[in-house]
T-cell receptor, first 108, second 112 residues
Framework: GEDVEQSLFLSVREGDSSVINCTYT??????LYWYKQEPGAGLQLLTY?????DMKQDQRLTVLLNKKDKHLSLRIADTQTGDSAIYFC????????FGAGTRLTVKP | IAGITQAPTSQILAAGRRMTLRCTQD?????MYWYRQDLGLGLRLIHY???????GKGEVPDGYSVSRANTDDFPLTLASAVPSQTSVYFC???????????FGQGTRLTVV
């Protein structure tokens, strides 16, 4: 979508950390989400962050939110080959808008 | 049924034909969405509904219509299909804000 922007590709080596970045435009967004899509499947929620939070950690996942810059990031620690997928950033306003998705490739 | 179901799974459609993609959820979610997914463009919102009886336009509504007569169903209709509507269509639903949006498995539509 035009309002949420992500880089299209990211390649990392197994065991490294991955950082996927996203920018959004609507400061009134209340929730921001990260979804994962594996080949041939629908989207599954990975994590979300409420707009009054700066950081959220959930096992290997860390979400950072910079509301001033409207920047959201997802860090995956100790990236595994099973993490290879497309990752979508999304913002919740009156509706729900997604970025174009970042294709993460994890090399052994 | 558990979750959200789309039908058909795939369809090849002649240009100019009318087609309705079906979406049903049994989670009593208020909000439902239709997206199309195209390579390099990610998910683009077509239409949405925040509650039964109401609908809203998304980013790319032209050529599509929706209805929300009840909580469970949110059909998407292409009145006269064109080749540019070839895409994978995803339906989604969500409950309270901050809760997960559940996605269907998608409908692959090819307009020839």
């Amino acid at each position: 979508g035009e309002d949420v922007e992500q880089s299209l590709f990211l390649s990392v080596r197994e065991g490294d950390s991955s950082v996927i970045n996203c920018t959004y435009t609507d400061s009134s967004s209340t929730y921001l989400y990260w979804y994962k899509q594996e080949p041939g499947a629908g989207l599954q929620l990975l994590t979300y962050i409420f707009s009054n939070m700066d950081m959220k950690q959930d096992q290997r996942l860390t979400v950072l939110l910079n509301k001033k810059d409207k920047h959201l990031s997802l860090r995956i620690a100790d990236t595994q080959t099973g993490d290879s997928a497309i990752y979508f950033c999304a913002e919740k306003r009156n509706d729900m808008r997604f970025g174009a998705g970042t294709r993460l490739t994890v090399k052994p | 049924i558990a979750g959200i179901t789309q039908a058909p799974t795939s369809q090849i459609l002649a240009a100019g034909r009318r087609m309705t993609l079906r979406c049903t959820q049994d989670m009593r979610h208020n909000a439902m969405y239709w997206y199309r997914q195209d390579l390099g463009l990610g998910l683009r919102l077509i239409h949405y509904s925040n509650t039964a009886g109401t609908t809203g336009k998304g980013e790319v509504p032209d050529g599509y219509s929706v209805s929300r007569a009840n909580t469970d169903d949110f059909p998407l209709t292409l009145a006269s299909a064109v080749p540019s509507q070839t895409s994978v269509y995803f339906c989604a639903s969500s409950g309270a804000p901050g809760t997960e949006a559940f996605f269907g498995q998608g409908t692959r539509l090819t307009v020839v």
